[in-house]
């Protein structure tokens, strides 16, 4: 295959690399638990909830950031003691995947459906951050999305007052309290701009002039930043089904954010990287391309593939892991040894103790032939007589020592040089098994000598031809490697029930099921061999893979001795230096690197039959006057956890460049705080206006006079708009 010439070489990474991403998911520390018990007696303090339908995140006001911040997802576990049932959130259960485990979610789409489990979301949220009385006595101040219905938040009020008797509750949306954080309050009071949110399963298009946010003009897409990571995290599963283990939900999370971005132009993008530099002909490109007369943005934002290598062992162990197994090992290897020793002797003692009585024997068979013959018979065997005596003499003398090996070898094969007409049919019989042996013990002893050569060759060869001696090495380790992986992958099909080898070992048992042997009388079981069929089904649980390491780091010691650029080569993935077949032990991002991120723009790609994040813009943008749309596009504000997704502002810079008229300025930014924006915003609103946010509360007394109805809702600078009735 002609391999891709691409602007600039594909970089690889290493997984453990990749691995690293800063998740923002965590509880408050153990150290800081007594802290937040101490809020939990300043019934004044507030108590901030940001509800996202990705995150949830929570914490007390006069905090610095949220004390809890947890995906919104519950997973129910019945306690095999008290038989209770118990709500766990994802984030107890540590290094889940959450792709595979049971989890429900309080929201369909962003808005909460599940009140059950928001309620114990709630109890989740609320024993974490610190309050130990049964009811909660603190405000609360939480969001909620644009346009969130009215029985959604009828049910939550019914919650909060008579579930958790808490005193007064404030609601504004996610999106303006992380705008007001953004500006501040003079500037949210005053500043044009369009708001782009990119939530977990949405983007909102939220329009503001002079400080006024236009809701007729609001735009909702039911894609966000979830959809994007799914497809990515099917298509890696699709195209990488060997590495189908290492890639979790948390690795896939952190290829996502580290390794992925939005094209700036995915058709462009796309071509580039089929075609490499051989498109720059201009016939493939819609713009002319050229490395002379290029059009530097789409040269520079054109990105090459990315390769993630996995190498099989699983870090490069430092030395002192190496030493400390090292240790361990010569502990066992010492343990062993005297065991064997002590083995040894007691059998020595044994043979020593059979000897004296068997030379007794004979000494007594001289003086008295027919008593010794009882007891040799109760020894060997009716029939036996003196010549076995001799022999098991012999046989003692020689594992004790005290005679060469060779003297029973000649007297093993006793019949062989006797001709048969000489000998009885029985003898005959003997003869042809002693020939046999011989041969065998002929080639074993060859074959012993053969490898004791090769040995003593290998030894040679490490100072005479090291480099000979090198390549085996390398061929050795990757044939343990391969070993390793084939193993996991055959386990790895074991734990799946249709898969071939697991019915292959169904099989098995089914024929020792219906084997004849068990018929009328089941006696299986009354044999030694019966229970051989077990050997093979357990072959497949059996691991020898520490073994297999242990092997493993010893070449690779000697490896690194022998060679510098040991650890180099397997840093850059060079696994199979000395031409060996492996499957790969890496994965290649092109397409994938864009085409998630590519489902905000193109909801057709996750099924979604909506206009994409930018045509819904340009359209809400053409709604208002020349002059308002130029102030707009030019302070265009991302926020959401969507906005972490790289090269997002300059792809949407780049669409709405071509899509309003020549000359326009079009500036894009994100705003700082893409996940706790909207908590830190609802802080910084409680720390600016203090008492005067007494107003915007719905207090507990107000429910209980006029119930959940509609007239209970009170509008602030940061709520949805309230129709009055
Ligand atoms: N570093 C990160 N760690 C954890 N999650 C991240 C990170 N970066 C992005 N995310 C993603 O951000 C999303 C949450 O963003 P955000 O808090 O804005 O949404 P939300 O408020 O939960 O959802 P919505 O507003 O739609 O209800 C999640 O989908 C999460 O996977």
Redo the contacts with the bound molecule.
């Keep these: 295959m002609k391999t891709q010439k691409y602007l600039k070489e594909p970089q690889r990474f290493l997984i453990y690399d990749v691995r690293q991403?800063?998740?923002?998911?965590y509880e408050p520390a153990s150290d800081r638990k007594p802290t937040l018990i101490q809020n939990d007696y300043d019934s004044e303090i507030p108590i901030l909830i940001?509800?996202?339908?990705?995150?949830?995140?929570a914490g007390w006001g006069n905090s610095a950031k949220p004390d809890l911040s947890v995906q919104?997802l519950l997973s129910k576990s019945k306690d095999s003691k008290t038989s209770i049932t118990q709500a766990l959130t994802s984030n107890k259960i540590k290094d889940v995947d959450l792709f595979k485990g049971n989890y429900r979610s309080p929201?369909e789409r962003?808005i909460i459906q599940q009140f059950g489990l928001l309620e114990n979301l709630n109890d989740f949220i609320f024993n974490e951050i610190g309050v130990v009385e049964s009811k909660v006595d603190h405000p609360l101040i939480i969001t909620e999305?644009v346009a969130n219905p009215e029985y959604c938040r009828q049910n939550l009020l019914e919650q909060y007052f008579e579930c958790y008797e808490i005193p007064s509750v404030m609601i504004g949306v996610?999106t303006f309290f992380a705008t007001f954080y953004e500006f501040g309050q003079d500037r949210y009071q005053s500043e044009t701009c369009l708001i782009i949110?990119?939530?977990?399963?949405?983007c909102h298009i939220i329009p503001m002039v002079n400080g006024q946010i236009i809701f007729e003009e609001i735009k909702r897409i039911n894609v966000?930043?979830?959809n994007c990571?799914e497809v990515l995290y099917k298509q890696l599963i699709l195209k990488n089904n060997h590495q189908k283990h290492h890639l979790d939900y948390q690795t896939v999370?952190a290829i996502h954010?580290n390794n992925c971005s939005v094209a700036v132009n995915y058709d462009e993008q796309l071509k580039y990287l089929k075609y490499g530099t051989d498109g720059f002909q201009n016939k493939f490109y819609s713009n002319p391309i050229t490395r002379e007369n290029n059009i530097l943005t789409d040269l520079e934002c054109l990105q090459e593939p990315i390769y993630i290598d996995f190498p099989i062992q699983q870090k490069i162990i430092d030395e002192s892991e190496l030493l400390r197994k090292q240790e361990i090992r010569q502990k066992q290897a010492e343990r062993l040894k005297e065991a064997m020793q002590k083995k040894r002797e007691e059998k020595k003692r044994a043979h020593e103790k059979e000897l004296a009585e068997l030379e007794s024997l004979e000494s007594k068979f001289k003086e008295d032939q027919q008593s010794a013959k009882m007891v040799i018979e109760q020894y060997f065997g009716k029939g036996k007589g003196i010549e076995e005596v001799r022999k098991r003499i012999q046989k003692v003398k020689v594992k004790l020592g005290f005679l060469p090996k060779d003297t029973l070898e000649e007297d093993k094969y006793t019949l062989i040089n006797i001709a048969d007409s000489q000998l009885t049919a029985q003898q005959q019989k003997q003869k042809k098994l002693q020939i046999i042996q011989k041969q065998a013990a002929e080639t074993r002893a060859e074959k012993k000598a053969l490898e004791k050569q090769k040995k003593e060759e290998i030894i040679k060869m490490k100072t005479s031809n090291p480099e000979v001696y090198l390549n085996m090495l390398y061929e050795k380790r990757l044939k343990i490697i391969k070993k390793v992986d084939e193993k996991k992958k055959h386990q790895q099909e074991l734990s799946t029930r249709n898969s071939r080898v697991n019915q292959k070992r169904m099989q098995t048992i089914a024929q020792l099921g219906a084997s004849e042997k068990i018929g009328k009388d089941d006696n299986f079981g009354m044999n030694d061999e019966d229970w051989n069929i077990y050997i093979g089904i357990q072959r497949d649980y059996e691991s020898d893979e520490e073994n297999q390491e242990m092997k493993l780091n010893e070449i690779e010691i000697e490896l690194r001795e022998m060679d510098h650029n040991f650890d180099d080569k397997i840093k850059i993935g060079e696994v199979n230096p000395y031409g060996l077949s492996m499957q790969e032990p890496f994965i290649e991002l092109s397409v994938d690197r864009f085409r998630g991120n590519e489902a905000i723009f193109q909801p057709g790609i996750v099924g979604v039959d909506s206009s994409g994040l930018t045509d819904v813009i340009t359209f809400v943008l053409n709604k208002f006057p020349a002059e308002t749309q130029a102030k707009l596009l030019q302070n265009i504000r991302i926020t959401?956890?969507?906005s972490?997704m790289q090269g997002l502002a300059k792809r949407i810079e780049r669409d709405l460049i071509s899509n309003f008229k020549v000359g326009s300025v079009v500036q894009v930014n994100l705003m700082h705080e893409?996940?706790f924006g909207?908590w830190l915003g609802m802080q910084k609103v409680y720390k600016q206006y203090g008492n005067k946010l007494n107003e915007y509360f719905i207090s507990k007394q107000e429910y209980f006079e006029k119930g959940s109805s509609e007239g209970i809702f009170k509008s602030n600078p940061f709520s949805n708009v309230v129709i009055p009735y």
């Design positions: 991403y800063n998740n923002q998911l940001d509800y996202g339908s990705g995150i949830t995140k919104s929201y962003n999305p996610d949110s990119i939530g977990h399963t949405t966000g930043y979830f990571f999370q954010l959401g956890g969507g972490v893409a996940i909207a």
